[in-house]
């Protein structure tokens, strides 16, 4: 079922690209190696990883814990139905691949409001013949609009998991909670919540030097402790699954996180930093790389 941002005219949507300014959902493409992205959003990334250099990590296990959630949740849980705010740029492993693959009926909806986004999901946020994908144009703090929205693919009667994965670090508190619990009162019994968020609790150091470079680009961001990421569960009535909230790679880790394609050793030492990052492998993650929590929880 197509919606309605995605028959906007493509010059509208050239318009209302800014590419003076870094944007989230852009600097997130250059960390897993995508090359949907500005100069602009280069140097942001470039400037987080020249202080902490293995920061790409905490994209990529982000990313991976988005994979082994989705795999869970459709295969042990038998939810049909995802529902994926601030899905930043279309890359490999999809919610709606990775939930068809395993249930090809399965409804996604993706939800976003950057133009490059929105272009790219035109192309590439196609569903198989069984199931059904939209895309949304909107903002995370406009849940009225996405739950009326999402009502045109979704079915609210039944079960649905809500993906908010790397997007709450974005918003203030004042706006993130109740966000979250307008989108959760929408939800039906046996939905499910799954929520990654960027924290100091852990490797404080770096995560802070990351924060400053955002800010200083503008960005809200937020680092949330362990309470205040399991707050957004326990204060709308949802039970965190096992194990709770973890460090990502912690997550129900199954050893699956892909492999780069091996790459001619010359070749990679002529690369900068930023075009380095899509040939590293993520298998040697340590507890000293991350900076991320993952979880998730159902609403009785």
């Keep these: 079922m197509p919606g ?3 028959s906007q005219d493509p010059a509208e949507l050239r318009r209302r690209i800014d590419t003076t300014k870094a944007h989230p959902a852009r600097v997130y493409d250059v960390l897993l190696g995508g090359k949907d992205n500005y100069p602009v959003d280069r140097e942001a990334a470039a400037a987080a990883l020249a202080v902490n250099p293995r920061g790409y990590l905490d994209v990529r296990h ?17 939810i049909r139905q995802f529902l994926d705010i601030g899905t930043g740029l279309p ?31 035109r192309a590439l946020l196609t569903s198989g013949p069984e199931g059904q994908t939209d ?15 999402a009502a045109k693919t979704l079915d609210f009667d ?40 960027l924290t100091e609790d852990i490797n404080a150091e770096k995560v802070r030097a990351v924060q400053r470079t955002f800010t200083e680009r503008g960005f809200t961001f937020v680092l949330r402790s362990k309470a205040g990421v399991e707050r957004f569960f326990t204060e709308n009535g949802l039970e965190l699954d096992e194990p709770g909230a973890v460090p990502v790679h912690h997550w129900r880790p199954d050893g699956a996180a892909p492999a780069p394609e091996a790459v001619d050793p010359t ?12 040939h590293r492998d993520i298998n040697d993650a340590t507890d000293a790389d991350i ?3 993952g979880a998730t929880g159902i609403k009785p």
């Design 62 to 78: 982000n990313r991976d814990f988005l994979r082994r959630a989705v795999t869970t949740l459709a295969q042990e849980a038998g």
């Design 267 to 278: 070749y990679f030492a002529t690369l900068d930093d930023i075009e380095k990052v899509r």
């Design 135 to 149: 895309y949304i144009d909107a903002d995370i703090k406009q849940p009225a609009q996405i739950l009326a929205e």
């Design 291 to 293: 900076n991320i929590y």
């Design 91 to 121: 890359t490999q492993e999809n919610v709606h691949q990775i939930a068809q693959r395993i249930t090809p009926d399965s409804r996604v909806v993706y939800v976003d409001n950057d133009p490059v986004v929105l272009a790219h999901a």
């Design 4 to 6: 309605d941002a995605l």
């Design 158 to 197: 039944q079960p649905i998991a809500l993906v908010l994965v790397a997007i709450l670090h974005f918003i203030e508190d004042e706006e993130a909670y109740p966000i979250v619990r307008e989108l959760v009162d929408a939800l039906p019994s046996g939905s499910r919540l799954v929520l990654s968020h």
